[in-house]
Structure formats: C-alpha cells, structure tokens
Nanobody, 122 residues
Framework: EVQLVESGGGLVQAGGSLRLSCAAS????????IAWFRQAPGKEREGVSC????????DYPDSVKGRFTISSDNAKNTVYLQMNSLKPEDTAVYYC???????????????WGRGTQVTVSS
C-alpha cells in the first residue's frame, strides 16, 4: 500500500523557516517523482516543487523560487521542503504527492498524503 506521510508544519512568524518532511512507503522510491502542493482556504491546490531521479528539481510558482528548496534522502525514502523567509501568503495546508513524472497539476498525481498545516503570522 502506497503511503505518504507529511510532517513538520506549524505556526511560524513571517521571516521564519520550517522544514517539511514527506515519508514514503509502499513503492520503489527511486522510480517515482515526489511533489509538494499547497492549498490555502478558498483557493485551488497549487504545485510548489517536485523532485525525481529522471528530471531533477522543478519549482513551479515564482513566489517560492529562491525561498523554498526541495530535496530527497533516498536512503530514508523521504522528501523534504525547506521553506525560508516565510510570508503570510504561504499559509496553507501542504501536501506531498507521488507519481511517475513531475507535473505542476494536481490531477496528474495518483497518490497523496493527508497534508500538514503551515501558518505564517504577520
């Protein structure tokens, strides 16, 4: 059974940092792309970043470039999202998702975690 479990969310002040983790199991980690998405209240789910062995790293919105960094530890089957210089507009539920290829579209992913809340106070 494929499982993706996010952790590391919380409440942080603007300008602060958080590191999210996505622990994966139930599939061959190296064969899959793992992406981070986020969804703020009343908004659509938005692709943040994706990493895969075949395509490397892809960052999606300009708003996170230079502030968020995705990485993976294949030995631990875990993908991380380091988020620096956080802003109130980064407040959202953050999800990790898995599929064979990276895509910025949520509909492209078959497997999802339950999400972790990130709240950035001003």
């Amino acid at each position: 059974e494929v499982q993706l479990v996010e952790s590391g969310g919380g409440l942080v002040q603007a300008g602060g940092s958080l590191r999210l983790s996505c622990a994966a199991s139930g599939f061959t980690f190296d064969d899959y792309a793992i992406a981070w998405f986020r969804q703020a209240p009343g908004k659509e789910r938005e692709g943040v970043s994706c990493i895969s062995s075949s395509s490397g790293v892809t960052d999606y919105p300009d708003s996170v470039k230079g502030r968020f960094t995705i990485s993976s530890d294949n030995a631990k089957n875990t993908v991380y999202l380091q988020m620096n210089s956080l802003k109130p507009e980064d407040t959202a539920v953050y999800y990790c998702a898995a599929d064979y290829y990276c895509s910025g579209y949520a509909s492209a992913y078959d497997y999802w975690g339950r999400g972790t809340q990130v709240t950035v106070s001003s």
